[in-house]
């Protein structure tokens, strides 16, 4: 699909990609950021990651829409969380992602597998 994204942060975790792809990770928390501008979508994509790395590895889901109801139809906040996850502040904490599975939201969402950041 034109809108599936996905990356990884170094060598080895590409190999986590088909998982994701599959959803057969357990999702352990759960960011919706519908309604928020850009920046408040930033700030909440960013505690949330940190907090959710903070004791333990996990995966989870950020819900951030396709557009539709955006001006000109335009995925402000996808194009931008992709930016977001490939920060030096947030890779960090992050071994993988890729858009969800059809059966939990699709393109209009995204998993994020995360390493534990003691």
Not at 5 to 23: C, D, H, M, Q, S
Not at 92 to 113: C, E, N, Q, T
Request: with cysteine; aromatic share 8%; hydrophobic share 40%.
């Amino acid at each position: 699909h034109p809108e599936y994204i996905e990356g990884w942060v170094g060598i080895t975790a590409k190999r986590f990609l088909p998982g994701l792809r599959n959803g057969i990770y357990s999702i352990q928390g759960q960011l919706d950021l519908h309604g928020l501008d850009r920046e408040e979508a930033r700030l909440a994509v960013e505690e949330f990651v940190v907090r959710m790395s903070k004791f333990r590895p996990c995966c989870v889901k950020i819900i951030h829409g396709r557009g539709i109801n955006s001006p000109n139809d335009r995925a402000i906040l996808k194009e931008s969380l992709q930016r977001w996850l490939s920060t030096r502040r947030l890779s960090k904490h992050i071994v993988a992602y890729a858009s969800a599975p059809m059966k939990d939201g699709g393109v209009g969402a995204i998993y994020v597998l995360l390493r534990s950041r003691l």
